[in-house]
């Protein structure tokens, strides 16, 4: 399977793509989304439909996906980390978090 069918990216400005298949830890893909090209090791197993960091998020920095906020980062995330809720917290219907970070 090509690069391009293992994962989905949908804005340039995305920090993550989501896994269109399991994919094991220390693969090495390019992320490719319309202008931008990112080269990325994976760090952990991710699992279909789970996320992975295409960019350095640093801890309190905003987590965009599909060109969406949809949480922040509680601690820092490395490229190729898998991104979940070990380490973001969401933002989606918490108006208490809105306009935050």
Do not use: W
């Amino acid at each position: 399977m090509s690069d391009k069918n293992k994962t989905v990216m949908m804005k340039p400005h995305d920090k993550v793509a989501v896994a269109l298949t399991d994919i094991e830890s220390g693969v090495s893909l390019e992320v490719v989304c319309q202008e931008k090209t990112f080269h990325v090791t994976l760090k952990d197993p991710i699992a279909f439909g789970h996320k992975f960091a295409v960019a350095p998020i640093r801890e309190g920095e905003d987590i965009v996906k599909y060109g969406e906020v949809i949480g922040v980062a509680i601690k820092d995330i490395d490229v190729g980390a898998h991104v979940h809720v070990h380490n973001l917290e969401g933002k989606r219907g918490r108006g208490d978090k809105i306009g935050k970070h």
